[in-house]
T-cell receptor
């Protein structure tokens, strides 16, 4: 049982480059989300989805796009990378509101 | 004011000790509460949900005080393997219900 799978685990980007972080879950969860974790700030929600075809913004959405074409996949796109986007990114899924979330292994992104 | 506040620690305790972590949350309408553990450079993992009546899972006991907006985690008979950062997580009701709000974590080191 793979759970939540994220790729890549590490990435270095130059300022202005774009990239997509992949996330897939095999638990048939409707809710998926992307968080970033920065020192001293806890995890913060970037974007989330409550089902295929439905996405919405979280606390810190600027500079990121998402789409949800299937229940399983929820990619995060960085449109034009900035040093402020250097962070650890986690994808998560959960069965519904009120249940705990399961996280992918994370992507350590450095923007230079 | 932060949604969730935790004492960052660190807590350094000897093996076999009992240690307690506390957490306060600001949204009185919050509906679900969780404790996660996060090992260094790893993803957060769900430790336990926190129920109104309090709940126990082996050496771990979680308590919720809705009147004081306070959550606690008690670890008895600490093991070396308990060394990690413990995250308090709150799921609000209403407009923010799709988000999980994370504390910045309390770091625990269990010493031989």
């Amino acid at each position: 049982n793979a759970g939540v799978t994220q790729t890549p685990k590490f990435q270095v980007l130059k300022t202005g480059q774009s990239m997509t972080l992949q996330c897939a879950q095999d638990m048939n969860h409707e809710y998926m989300s992307w968080y970033r974790q920065d020192p001293g700030m806890g995890l913060r929600l970037i974007h989330y989805s409550v089902g295929a075809g439905i996405t919405d913004q979280g606390e810190v959405p600027n500079g990121y796009n998402v789409s949800r074409s299937t229940t399983e996949d929820f990619p995060l796109r960085l449109l034009s990378a900035a040093p402020s986007q250097t962070s650890v990114y986690f994808c998560a899924s959960r069965l519904n509101i009120g249940t705990g979330a399961f996280f992918g292994q994370g992507t350590r992104l450095t923007v230079v | 004011r932060k949604e969730v506040e935790q004492d960052p620690g660190p807590f350094n305790v000897p093996e076999g000790a009992t240690v307690a972590f506390n957490c306060t949350y600001s949204n009185s309408a919050s509906q679900s509460f969780f404790w996660y553990r996060q090992d260094c450079r790893k993803e957060p993992k769900l430790l336990m949900s926190v129920y109104s009546s309090g709940n126990e899972d082996g050496r771990f006991t979680a308590q919720l005080n809705r009147a004081s907006q306070y959550i606690s985690l008690l670890i008895r008979d600490s093991k070396l393997s308990d060394s990690a950062t413990y995250l308090c997580v709150v799921n609000p009701r209403g407009p923010g219900a799709n988000n999980l709000f994370f504390g910045t974590g309390t770091r625990l080191t269990v010493i031989p």
